[in-house]
């Protein structure tokens, strides 16, 4: 079935844009991850322009973040103390991540930079948790139990805030940090910064993995919709027709997610989000490094 | 515009020897939801003398989407990677270009004809502005119409202009479902020796209508009320599903 989109002004298959939303909402409710650095991708495979597919992919990150996190709330896996806390710093973030990728545009080469970020970012991260992963996953078989969180200089930092479903007694200031750090990454990248966010929230403030996907699919919501207003209100590349398609797919998937998420063990998740990750950074090294088939392309002037 | 001032012009003056009239099957394309490419006819006769199974003579006929400007980037090994370096601006381009004709282009039209009336795609782009440092700037506009050819939006069909009895044509244009509304224009050439003895012109429209429409003109009038409304929309297809889903459940 085709369907015309008003913005994107080209025809598409519905149900292959329905299996994209769902594939990706799958996704987003397992492992915590908005999706954005995968949707994109695709949507330009089927022949969407990159920015409406940039713009419309946050409007469905949005819908899918909101259906999971309910299914967390649900499941208690949601610090929303912790979540505000980090959300703060991520919106103070993005504004500094916007200004940062205007300056860029005037200077060129955007495009090449927000590769590179995909590339370096997706490579450390999926690289270090693959091999975390792994090393918890062999000593949970071999018997030997977890060495417990060493108290280091984070625990030193004063403003100290107790978060009750995270089990953490930490100070504000490196949430705030992590926050804000992760805002800048995710505006310059068009993303909602999850598959930071997640490693970020594990390995640096030592929260419990169920609770981190519940908490960096709330703060996901509010960067995302934030995102969605400014393409809409600047560049006019939110296409409400494709949003619809791409949620009604991605909304189911990410209750279908959250449930086999739960299923499955805290080891077992990163190790899978972690070759996910390396998918894709994989995937975008090689479009770097291979001499593309096409060497030409067309865009509108000026943009 | 230009084009059309000089149709009516064409039109104003004393009946030329030959004549060229024709129709369109249909002269206004609405892209709804469902829209998924379309086919135009058009048809028409030649009126005294002209004799277009002559093997000298045929009739070309071109359909054009509106023109915009664009930019042709090309990527370069820089290092390790590929990135795009060079870019040259195409002043205007149009977004569906075809042409179809009686009989094999170099036959029937000769190359300072085509110049003239930018008959074919290449003369029908303009390009100006290639920046001092890009020699081969032919290579983009080449690249361009590549593309677009592969896209179905650039297409030359030789002999798809049936002419029967002498003086009584018709073609057809597959309109693919990527297009982009504003006017369409067909011209009509008749040609003789490879001259273009005679044109004319006709205007196709082609607008979004319905819930297309609606969309299109609120996301650009009213971009704040659009945002809160596809946001909205999200957020309670996101409840929705939770909902039905903790309902089957229960």
């Given at each position: 079935m085709q369907i015309y989109l008003p913005i994107a002004e080209v025809s598409v298959n519905a149900f292959l844009i329905l299996g994209i939303g769902g594939v990706v909402g799958i996704l987003s409710g397992m492992?915590?991850?908005?999706?954005g650095f995968l949707i994109t991708p695709m949507l330009f495979f089927v022949g969407i322009p990159p920015a409406v597919a940039v713009a419309t992919s946050a409007n469905q990150i949005v819908a899918s973040s909101m259906s999971a996190v309910l299914a967390h709330i649900k499941r208690r896996t949601v610090d929303f103390r912790m979540g505000c806390v980090l959300l703060a710093g991520g919106l103070a973030g993005s504004a500094v991540g916007v200004w940062i990728f205007t300056m860029l545009r005037q200077l060129g080469q955007v495009d090449l930079l927000v590769n590179l970020c995909y590339v370096v970012f997706l490579g450390i991260i999926g690289g270090l948790m693959f091999i975390e992963s792994l090393n918890a996953i062999r000593s949970s078989r071999s018997g030997k139990r977890q060495p417990r969180r060493r108290h280091n200089?984070?625990?030193?930092?004063?403003l100290k805030v107790k978060f009750r479903t995270s089990g953490l007694y930490i100070s504000v200031i490196p949430p705030v940090l992590v926050g804000m750090a992760v805002g800048v990454l995710a505006a310059v990248m068009g993303v909602g910064g999850g598959f930071i966010m997640v490693p970020a929230m594990i390995y640096?403030?030592?929260?419990p993995t169920k609770v981190v996907i519940g908490t960096s699919l709330f703060q996901i919501i509010f960067v995302t919709a934030f995102t969605t207003l400014l393409h809409a209100t600047?560049?006019?590349?939110?296409?409400m027709m494709l949003a619809l398609l791409l949620l009604f797919g991605g909304v189911v998937g990410a209750q279908v997610g959250t449930r086999m998420g739960s299923r499955l063990k805290a080891e077992q998740l990163r190790i899978l989000l972690a070759a996910l990750v390396l998918a894709v950074c994989g995937k975008l090294a090689l479009d770097l490094l291979l001499r593309p088939d096409e060497l030409y392309s067309i865009g509108l002037a000026g943009a | 515009m230009v084009r059309l001032v000089l149709a009516l012009i064409l039109f104003a003056l004393?009946?030329?020897a030959q004549e060229i009239v024709a129709g369109l099957s249909q002269n206004r394309i609405s892209i709804s939801t469902n829209f998924d490419g379309s086919e135009i006819l058009l048809f028409g006769a030649l009126k005294q003398?002209?004799?277009?199974?002559?093997?000298d003579s045929g009739v070309i006929i071109t359909l054009e989407g509106p023109r915009v400007p664009l930019t042709v980037r090309r990527k370069d090994r820089v290092g390790p990677i590929w990135v795009n370096r060079s870019s040259v601006e195409v002043d205007a381009a149009p977004s569906f270009y075809a042409v179809n004709t009686s009989a094999p282009l170099e036959r029937i039209l000769n190359f300072t004809a085509d110049l003239r009336h930018e008959i074919t795609v290449g003369e029908a782009i303009r390009s100006v502005?290639?920046?001092?440092?890009?020699?081969?700037s032919l290579a983009f506009t080449e690249a361009l119409i590549r593309i677009r050819e592969e896209n179905g939006l650039y297409q030359t069909n030789i002999d798809a202009v049936t002419v029967r009895e002498e003086t009584l044509f018709n073609t057809s244009f597959i309109l693919p479902a990527n297009l982009v509304e504003g006017v369409y224009t067909a011209r009509l050439f008749l040609t003789s020796d490879g001259e273009v003895v005679t044109q004319s012109s006709q205007t196709i429209y082609v607008e979004k209508v319905g819930l297309e429409r609606f969309l299109y003109t609120l996301a650009h009038e009213q971009p704040l009320a659009y945002g809160f409304l596809s946001l909205a929309i999200a957020i309670a297809a996101g409840w929705g599903a939770s909902a039905v889903f903790r309902y089957i459940q229960s």
């Open positions: 492992f915590g991850v908005g999706g200089w984070i625990h030193a930092l004063p640096l403030l030592g929260m600047t560049n006019y590349s939110v296409d | 004393p009946v030329p003398g002209a004799n277009p199974s002559d093997p502005g290639a920046p001092p440092d890009i020699s081969d």
